[in-house]
T-cell receptor
Framework: QKEVEQNSGPLSVPEGAIASLNCTYS??????FFWYRQYSGKSPELIMS????GDKEDGRFTAQLNKASQYVSLLIRDSQPSDSATYLC??????????FGTGTRLKVLA | GAVVSQHPSRVICKSGTSVKIECRSL??????MFWYRQFPKKSLMLMAT?????????EQGVEKDKFLINHASLTLSTLTVTSAHPEDSSFYIC??????????????FGSGTQLSVL
């Protein structure tokens, strides 16, 4: 069974620090990887997508992908209290399905 | 990013009634849409995959006669919860896939529908 694993947290970081969120996946043929942010009571919002090994930066966010290790991470620089949310890792599961992790709850302390 | 519109955002209904939820991709054509269900503090649970012009593919354990899905056009999919019961109360979220190849596709979500069945 294809799986996406995340630490549920909460991960607490002080304001201004770097938050590091990690995700591992089981399906070696996955080609698309996503990070979503979800506030309580709201639907997920796409933060980053990454498709090839290495780093991809967008503003304060950097996604890192290592297909050999089946590992994808999200770094949030200069964390703000407004970044406090649950971050979902998603991986394409083939046949256009997407498999979501259970999410990591991030708390940025002011 | 692409916009996916979902209505209504909140529904309160009596047990035994049916509820229809609409999901529209506003600025792109979505050949594939997905319907998820989410319980408080839990992750997304895929209910079904909806393909334009064909029958939806339901995940194991999801009753297709209870959760009717129609994907009549490239921009609209609907989920109808038939004869709703209190246990159907949940947050329902649709999503639409943008992009043709697996290496550039993205999945965008609607704003969700909170269903409360009394």
């Amino acid at each position: 069974q294809k799986e996406v694993e995340q630490n549920s947290g909460p991960l607490s970081v002080p304001e201004g620090a770097i938050a590091s969120l990690n995700c591992t996946y089981s399906d070696r043929v996955s080609q698309s990887f996503f990070w979503y942010r979800q506030y309580s009571g709201k639907s997920p919002e796409l933060i980053m997508s990454i498709y090839s090994n290495g780093d991809k930066e967008d503003g304060r966010f950097t996604a890192q992908l290592n297909k050999a290790s089946q590992y994808v991470s999200l770094l949030i620089r200069d964390s703000q209290p407004s970044d406090s949310a649950t971050y979902l890792c998603a991986v394409d599961g083939g046949t256009y399905k997407y498999i979501f992790g259970t999410g990591t709850r991030l708390k940025v302390l002011a | 990013g692409a916009v996916v519109s979902q209505h209504p955002s909140r529904v309160i209904c009596k047990s035994g009634t049916s509820v229809k939820i609409e999901c529209r991709s506003l600025d792109f054509q979505a050949t594939t849409m997905f319907w998820y269900r989410q319980f408080p503090k839990k992750s997304l649970m895929l209910m079904a995959t909806s393909n334009e012009g064909s029958k939806a593919t339901y995940e194991q354990g999801v009753e297709k006669d209870k959760f009717l899905i129609n994907h009549a056009s490239l921009t609209l999919s609907t989920l109808t919860v038939t004869s709703a019961h209190p246990e159907d109360s949940s947050f329902y979220i649709c999503s639409a896939r943008e992009g043709g190849a697996r290496t550039n596709e993205k999945l965008f979500f609607g704003s969700g529908t909170q269903l409360s069945v009394l």
